[in-house]
């Protein structure tokens, strides 16, 4: 698991401490933190997808290659 503190952890740790002088200011920077993250979560899962799938892509390109390379069939 990647750990990692960034603008959206301060915020969240930031409606924590304001939280007694500003309810609405502490929910506002709460939600800003959580959508910050899930956002950062989505974009970096996503990322990971692609690369995942141009690898896969890849294998199957090159198992076709090989396949067409030894069948010995000649067009």
């Given at each position: ?10 915020l969240v740790l930031f ?6 002088q500003s309810f609405t ?39 076709q290659a090989l396949s ?8």
């Open positions: 698991m990647d750990i990692k503190i960034g603008m959206p952890e301060i409606a924590l401490v304001i939280y007694s200011f502490a929910t506002v920077s709460f939600c800003l933190g959580l959508s910050g993250r899930i956002f950062s979560y989505v974009t970096n899962y996503s990322i990971e997808m692609k690369k995942a799938e141009a690898v896969n892509q890849n294998i199957e390109d090159m198992g067409g390379l030894f069948s010995g069939n000649k067009k």
